[in-house]
T-cell receptor
């Protein structure tokens, strides 16, 4: 059974602070994806990382895939209230394969 | 370009009843996956359909079944509903690669 553990589960910070969310597993994934989900909506894909050690940046968000492709992190610089939401990591063993999701990190950014 | 469309958006059923949820994939996507997301948790994979066949299945009982039509749309059927089946049911489509697009989901409440 592949399990993805996310930490922290909850995070409440002030606008302008930095934060990092972690996604860890004992299994190797061929790709790892990060999603953001708002209440009443489905997850929206933020990024896909496929190469060990890969770093991708999306404005103030930086995503990293571990060298061994077992873990990943999401770093947000200067968080804004619009970043509030549920952040989910999900791993796939192969292209087109099922996604195994972590439990999610619920982020609240206070103005 | 319409994304993934799910219907209905909300549904209330009684224990023991049967329910059918529907999904229209994003244009150009031929693979449809279904996920169950309980409140406060990450989505759990139910099954995936490709070329009208169930290609992968998660750890869900036979009460959960599905179908994919020639136009790639899909249905999820749940028989003998239990209170524990109350959840957000998400449909995701992909062109058989890493690019998953999720619908907004169907919120099922079993009373």
């Amino acid at each position: 059974t592949q399990l993805l553990e996310q930490s922290p589960q909850f995070l409440s910070i002030q606008e302008g602070e930095n934060l990092t969310v972690y996604c860890n597993s004992s299994s190797v994934f061929s790709s790892l994806q990060w999603y953001r989900q708002e209440p009443g909506e489905g997850p929206v894909l933020l990024v896909t990382v496929v190469t060990g050690g890969e770093v991708k940046k999306l404005k103030r968000l930086t995503f990293q895939f571990g060298d061994a492709r077992k873990d990943s992190s999401l770093h947000i610089t200067a968080a804004q209230p619009g970043d509030t939401g549920l952040y989910l990591c999900a791993g796939a063993r192969n292209a087109g394969n099922m996604l195994t999701f972590g439990g999610g990190t619920r982020l609240m950014v206070k103005p | 370009d319409a994304g993934v469309t799910q219907s209905p958006t909300h549904l209330i059923k009684t224990r023991g009843q049967q329910v059918t949820l529907r999904c229209s994939p994003k244009s150009g996507h031929d693979t449809v996956s279904w996920y169950q997301q309980a409140l406060g948790q990450g989505p759990q994979f139910i099954f995936q359909y490709y070329e009208e066949e169930e290609r992968q299945r998660g750890n869900f009982p036979d009460r959960f079944s599905g179908h994919q039509f020639p136009n790639y749309s899909s249905e999820l059927n749940v028989n003998a509903l239990l209170l524990g089946d109350s959840a957000l049911y998400l449909c995701a489509s992909s062109p058989d690669s890493y690019g998953y697009t999720f619908g907004s989901g169907t919120r099922l409440t079993v009373v």
